[in-house]
C-alpha cells in the first residue's frame, strides 16, 4: 500500500476495524470460490506439513482474519493431513500493526508474523509462500506524477483523484498503475513457490465505466468539494491542498486483465465478478460517511491534521445526505475474485 495512504487504526468509532464491513463482505461473498480454487488449483508441496500464507495489505482486522482463517482450512481440507501454518501479516511501515496483533483470534491456530514494509517489493524470502491473498489493495499506485500537484502544470489536476473524466490525466495514473502492478506481480512470483497461488480481492470498474460515475467515485468527490470548502474558510491551505491528491487508481476489467497477463508470470485460474449479498455501499448518509472516513480519512488528517479532518467530514455527512438521490443513480462497480497460479 502507498505510504501516504492510511487507514484509521485503532479500535475506536472511527476505525477502518469498525467501519469495514463492505470489505469483509467480499470475502465473505467469495468463500466457497475462494475453497473451490484452493482444492481444484493449489499443488505446492506439503510433505513438511509447514504452509507459509501471507495477506498484503492486511489493515487492522478484522477482515484479514476471516481471508486467512478461509485460506486455512482450505488448504486443511484439501491436503487432509495436520499442518502447521505461518502467516505473515503485510502491510505499510505506518499501518497500525499493533491493534492489529491485539485482536489475533485468541483460538487462531498458526504463527503470526508481523512484517512492515510497502508490498510494492519483494517482502519475504524467494520461493517460501503456498498461498497469499490481497484484499482491496491493488488499486493502489506508489507515488503521484509531480505534474497533477502544481497548479501552473497543464496537467495539473483540480480532483483529489483520478476522475476518468481527462484523457491525459487517466494515461499517467494508468502508466503508473502499470508499473506498480509489474513490480506488485514480480515481487509475489518471487516469494511463492511453483505452483503456489495469489488470491486477489477487490474492485476496478466495469469497461467503459469512469470512476466518477460510481458510489466510490461519487464519495471522493463530495470529500474534495468538502476540502475545497475547508480551504476558502482559511482552515486548511489552499496550497497543500493543491497537491492532495489520494494514491489510487481503478483499472477496467480488460485492462487489469490485459496487465496481469503481459505480466507473464501467473496463470489466470479464476477471474469472476463477486455479488454482495446486500448489494453495493447501503444507500444511507451516516454509513456512507463513516465507511469513507475510516479509509480516507486517515490520509486527510495526516495531511492538514485532525480538527480539520472532523469538520471536512462534518461537511461530507451533510453533501453526503443531499446527494443520495444522484448516489442512487451510481453505476455500479466490479467486485471482483482473482485467482492466480505461479507458473
Known amino acids: 500500500m502507498s505510504s501516504t495512504f492510511t487507514m484509521i487504526g485503532g479500535e475506536g468509532p472511527n476505525s477502518y476495524r469498525q467501519h469495514s464491513k463492505y470489505q469483509g463482505a467480499l470475502v465473505e461473498a467469495a468463500k466457497e470460490k475462494i475453497n473451490e480454487a484452493i482444492s481444484t488449483k493449489l499443488n505446492t508441496d506439503l510433505t513438511s506439513k509447514l504452509a507459509n500464507i501471507a495477506d498484503f495489505g492486511c489493515s487492522t482486522g478484522p477482515n484479514t482474519f476471516f481471508a486467512i482463517q478461509t485460506i486455512l482450512d482450505a488448504v486443511e481440507n484439501k491436503y487432509q493431513q495436520d499442518i502447521e501454518f505461518q502467516v505473515f501479516f503485510n502491510d505499510s511501515s505506518n499501518n497500525d500493526f499493533n491493534s492489529l496483533f491485539k485482536t489475533l483470534p485468541p483460538t487462531r491456530k498458526y504463527f503470526a508474523t508481523g512484517v512492515p514494509g510497502s508490498f510494492f517489493g519483494r517482502v519475504l524470502p524467494r520461493n517460501t509462500l503456498h498461498v497469499g491473498v490481497s484484499s482491496f489493495s491493488i488499486h493502489f499506485v506508489s507515488m503521484i506524477p509531480k505534474e497533477f500537484k502544481n497548479r501552473d502544470s497543464p496537467l495539473w489536476n483540480k480532483d483529489i483523484y483520478c476522475t476518468g473524466f481527462s484523457k491525459k490525466i487517466e494515461k499517467l495514473y494508468l502508466d503508473q498503475y502499470k508499473i506498480d502492478m509489474e513490480i506488485f506481480l514480480n515481487a509475489r512470483a518471487q516469494e511463492l513457490m511453483s505452483s503456489g497461488l495469489l488470491l486477489l480481492l477487490g474492485g476496478c470498474?466495469?469497461?467503459?465505466?469512469?470512476?466518477?460515475?460510481?458510489v466510490n467515485g461519487m464519495?471522493?468527490?463530495i470529500i474534495g468539494s468538502s476540502l475545497s470548502e475547508i480551504a476558502k474558510k482559511g482552515i486548511i491551505d489552499q496550497k497543500r491542498l493543491d497537491t492532495f491528491k489520494l494514491p489510487v487508481y481503478f483499472a477496467q476489467v480488460d485492462v487489469l486483465k490485459q496487465i496481469i497477463?503481459?505480466?507473464?508470470?501467473?496463470?489466470?485460474?479464476?477471474?469472476?465478478?463477486i455479488?454482495?449479498?446486500?448489494?453495493?455501499?447501503?444507500l444511507d448518509h451516516e454509513y456512507l460517511t463513516l465507511s469513507f472516513k475510516a479509509t480516507v480519512g486517515g490520509s486527510v488528517a495526516s495531511q492538514f491534521g485532525q480538527d480539520a479532518m472532523e469538520k471536512t467530514y462534518e461537511l461530507v455527512k451533510e453533501k453526503t445526505q443531499e446527494m443520495l438521490p444522484q448516489i442512487a443513480k451510481a453505476k455500479p462497480g466490479f467486485q471482483y475474485l482473482i485467482v492466480l497460479r505461479k507458473n
Open 205 to 214: 470498474l466495469p469497461n467503459g465505466v469512469k470512476m466518477s460515475e460510481t
Open 219 to 221: 464519495m471522493t468527490d
Open 261 to 273: 497477463e503481459d505480466n507473464g508470470c501467473f496463470t489466470i485460474e479464476v477471474f469472476e465478478k
Open 275 to 282: 455479488s454482495h449479498a446486500n448489494g453495493e455501499y447501503p
